[in-house]
């Protein structure tokens, strides 16, 4: 691994994932599964996540590499900017990978920037309704072979019903991701998630979700071909932090065989 000049956008990243402050309990992201949590934090606040992962056997399928892949600060920023938007900046700070070959590849991960949105709230009869777009930007580069050097965007609708002491959520919606071997080509995919959240006491809580993507083409593009994975895992209130532990399973040929990750999230309030 080499340490050299940092482009302005990765110094954003590094900033970004470097702040963990001291809050107030009471988390509505979902951490530590994928499927995205319907439900806004509090107007005024600003949640900040941070974490590790481990998974096997990951495979990069435009650089051809496969190995073991670690992620350093995955996480991000949440900012509640009122009853009906939150904006988020997300992401991994750095991602390493050691092929069979013992040579460790590392790189920036990439970069996110969403804005979810509250259409309809939970009533008695009708579930949460939400709506988030999202931006991801090709901080890791084609070179480390980390990366597919592309933008790609999401769009998804989010819905959420409680159902006695569990909160059951999902997630629909269509990606739209620039091919890396074809200047001026994109592969359209569909993107979905099923989730439950469940208090096992009242601190801690049991998250559990399917998520995934599905390309419809036959020949998909390197890095837009279809993925599936589970996660299961614990949100534990401790002060005036939750921590939380979970593991993942590859659903396809293509996902990591498991997973394991862990982190935590903290508020500041207005």
Excluded: C
Aim: net charge neutral; aromatic share 10%; charged share 15%.
């Amino acid at each position: 691994m080499q340490i050299g000049y940092v482009p302005l956008r990765r110094l954003l990243s590094l900033i970004t994932f470097l702040i963990l402050p001291i809050g107030s309990t009471g988390y509505a992201q979902q951490r530590p599964i994928l499927t995205e949590d319907p439900r806004l934090i509090p107007s005024g606040s600003l949640d900040s996540e941070a974490g590790l992962g481990y998974e096997d056997h990951a495979i990069y399928t435009l650089s051809g590499l496969e190995g073991d892949h670690v992620s350093l600060l995955t996480g991000g920023l949440h900012f509640g900017l009122g009853d009906r938007a939150e904006f988020q900046m997300t992401g991994t700070l750095y991602d390493f990978l050691k092929p069979p070959d013992g040579n460790w590849r590392s790189d920036f991960g990439d970069f996110s920037l969403s804005t979810k949105m509250k259409m309809f709230s939970e009533s008695r009869r009708l579930p949460i309704l939400g709506f988030r777009p999202t931006v991801v930007l090709p901080n890791a580069n084609q070179g480390s072979g980390l990366g597919l050097n592309t933008t790609r965007f999401f769009a998804s609708l989010l819905v959420g019903k409680t159902f006695g002491k569990a909160f059951v959520f999902g997630n629909a919606g269509i990606g739209i991701m620039d091919k890396p071997t074809a200047a001026g080509a994109q592969d359209d995919v569909w993107t979905y998630g099923l989730a439950t959240i469940i208090p096992i006491s009242s601190r801690v809580n049991w998250a559990s979700d399917i998520n995934g993507l599905q390309n419809p083409r036959q020949n998909p593009a390197p890095g837009s071909e279809t993925r599936r994975q589970f996660r299961s895992g614990l949100q534990i209130q401790a002060g005036s932090a939750r921590l939380d532990f979970g593991v993942m399973a590859g659903l396809t040929d293509l996902d990591p065989n498991y997973g394991i990750t862990f982190g935590v999230t903290t508020r500041f309030m207005k």
